[in-house]
């Protein structure tokens, strides 16, 4: 019932605002005459980003070289197909700290969408896409976005049972003035068993209002596991809710972001920052490059914890510095502790990653 | 070792959110606009597009500057879609990024 309340409202937003289009469009360009761009149009691309992690967990080394490539193909400039395959290796010692590097390379794709973006207040999308539940999962993910390599220990909450959802969704930004933005997306995916397709049954949306002069976002994402979940022998529908924050006091230099998540078997709290040390007055050349990250999280679980969760209480702290030698490639390390009631261990990664943008097919202007 | 979250954990996320709110409301960030005596002149699309970008795109990433001209308007449809932008979002960008 949640559910269908959350999606009527996302709807009759979409409605009520639909009528005010044209007036803010007008109003814009009221601003400042538009000139055209001499971009070359819309041709397909293949982005994405490679990467390659020396992780410690514990004592137990790791090699994950990674790549996950992005297709784009547009189809005028009101449609696009798109989709992210990720390849992830993951090879350990043959004896867990000694012997030969063995392993696999693991291959999932992540979503295979078709975007119409059909209005500022409505952009429909259908495929199999990325749950849009909290910060983590839809934008901070990607390798060459991560500022550090760990997910947060409350990450699977809200991204059950894979991560992606196979239906319809509906996205746009719902209230555009100069003092704010209302941004919203409502989704519901089906039940899904095709191979590197899977997903659950679930339901759910995610709305955040960014503020312009303050540069703060807040949101909130509530999603409804349709599937039936066991749980302590006992079949559960579960709900999930977070609700995030993001202060950029100084936009790509200062930046400050915390979530906390909510679910029938655990809860738990992150928050991350990272500030550019462009400030430091000797050596500005290198240091304006480096980057200073650090997060400190939390997880509870509830009721026994599981369906992707930890089961035992577990608290984590991690700092790093990752170097940008172009904006494109990035050099990354970090170390972690990480406690529970079971033991405390260490976490470090270095590495690389690489982001890459290549277009394919001639230049031709769009109109 | 015990890590209890109860009451005053949440209670002590709660105030952080109010404080940050508190600050964020207070502060001026730096790029915000200061009370000027002159008359205001519109922004250019090329001060939109900058601003769309530090307003959207940097709530996740660093500036990717490096996007060959032919891929940016794909990219930008791309990034319209996760980041939710507007479609006048979309052309101050690409003014900005493409110009």
Known sequence: MKTKIVLACCLLLCVLR?????????????????????????????????GYVYNVNGSIPTLEPQINPVLLIPFGSHVLFESRTDFTGIFEHRNGTSGDYTGKVYK???????????????????????LPFGLYAERLDP??????????????????????????????????????????????????????????????????????????????SYQRFLDSSRINNVNRQVDNEAVYLTWQPIPSTLDVKAEFDHSYTGRGYWIEGYSMLSSVPVATNFFRRMQLVGRDEQFVPLHGGGNGLPGIEEKRVEGGFNYYIRDDWRLISSYGRQFNSGRNFNLWNLGFTYRFVWPLGREKKSQ | MSIPMNKSLLALCAALFSLFLWIAATVPSVGAQQPDQKPKQPPTQDQRGERVFDNNCARCHRPPMTIPPQATGTVIMHMRVRARLSSQEEKDLLYYLAP
């Open chain 1, 18 to 50: 639909a009528d005010a289009q044209g007036s803010d469009t007008a109003e814009a360009n009221a601003q400042g005459a538009d000139t055209e761009s001499t971009h070359a149009g819309y041709v397909p691309v293949v982005s994405g980003s490679m």
């Open chain 1, 108 to 130: 999932t794709v992540e979503f295979v969408q078709l975007d119409w973006l059909a209005s500022t207040h409505v952009v429909p999308v259908a495929g199999r896409y990325l």
């Open chain 1, 143 to 220: 390798l060459w976005i991560a500022n550090l390599q760990d997910i947060p220990l409350d990450f699977s909450i809200g991204t059950q049972t894979t991560g992606a959802g196979v239906g319809p969704q509906l996205r746009g930004v719902a209230v555009e003035t100069p003092d704010l933005n209302l941004q919203y997306t409502a989704y519901y995916s089906v039940h899904n068993n095709v191979t590197q397709l899977q997903s659950s049954r679930t339901a759910g949306s995610d709305v955040s209002v960014y503020f312009n002069s303050a540069r703060v976002e807040l949101g909130t």
